[in-house]
């Protein structure tokens, strides 16, 4: 299925490693030209290197969306060398785990900072630009964990916000001409994940709540997120798409 993104800038963060990358490979042989913006600077450039010598083409930006400032600096550079965006993947996250208990005012203030704000400051710099050509698509990662998941007071309230914002920005960008979704991946098979000494606990408990079993693997929230960035998607907005293998809650 041709996706109609060729050409088109896409503006990825958390971009350097396991799911943010899988979307920013997926739209640069879409044919986008894709912009690694990631915490680590390093990892942006190594996968930037990647996507050129695949044939595509990538800009790397340093970028830590939990500062206006920063991600302010990261949109001009990309527009210095670039015109527009067309296309802005909110992917960057973390997450503190802790019982409520102990979880510290820096853990709640951090994880919401990058996972919820971070996304906030992106769209608040990005979605003027795409209104002002009248098209753009934003796509957020949320996570199945907006359901409530234990320990994950944080993370869960990030994403459950990330859905809030999702729907109500789909109203108001909409008339605009710019789509905003969201996925809600289950548990996905990233390098951090498999390297948890955990894991395999984990694994077990999550399979057993799946019709589907199996762990789900980057380039499967990937395609959906550039399905949903792409021109065939112009009727959809506002929707949370669960890439879960049938687990929800």
């Not at 942006?44 to 970028?63: D, F, K, V, W």
């Not at 920063?70 to 001009?76: F, R």
Request: include cysteine; hydrophobic fraction near 45%; aromatic fraction near 4%.
């Amino acid at each position: 299925m041709e996706l109609g993104i060729e050409n088109q800038v896409a503006f990825v963060t958390g971009a350097g490693k396991g799911i943010g990358l899988a979307c920013a490979q997926a739209l640069a042989r879409e044919g986008c030209r894709v912009v690694v913006a990631d915490i680590d600077g390093a990892a942006a450039e190594q996968a930037a290197r990647g996507i050129a010598q695949a044939g595509g083409t990538a800009l790397a930006r340093a970028l830590d969306v939990s500062r206006p400032e920063s991600v302010k600096q990261a949109v001009a550079d990309v527009l210095a060398q670039w015109d527009g965006i067309s296309i802005l993947v909110n992917n960057a996250g973390f997450s503190r785990d802790s019982a409520i208990g102990q979880m510290s005012d820096a853990q709640w203030a951090d994880v919401l900072s990058v996972n919820l704000s971070g996304a906030f400051h992106c769209i608040r710099e990005i979605a003027p630009l795409m209104a002002e050509r009248a098209y753009g698509r934003i796509v957020n990662m949320a996570s199945r964990a907006h359901f409530g998941d234990v320990n994950k007071a944080n993370y869960s309230a990030s994403k459950a916000g990330l859905i809030g914002m999702t729907r109500a920005l789909a109203i108001e960008l909409g008339p605009r001409g710019v789509t905003v979704n969201a996925v809600a991946p289950g548990i996905i098979e990233t390098e951090r994940l498999r390297n948890l000494p955990q894991f395999a606990g984990i694994e077990a408990r999550s399979l057993a709540g799946m019709p589907i079993k199996r762990i789900g693997q980057p380039q499967e929230v990937a395609d959906a997120v550039a399905f949903l960035a792409s021109a065939r998607a112009g009727f959809i907005t506002g929707e949370v798409l669960h890439i879960s293998g049938g687990r929800y809650g």
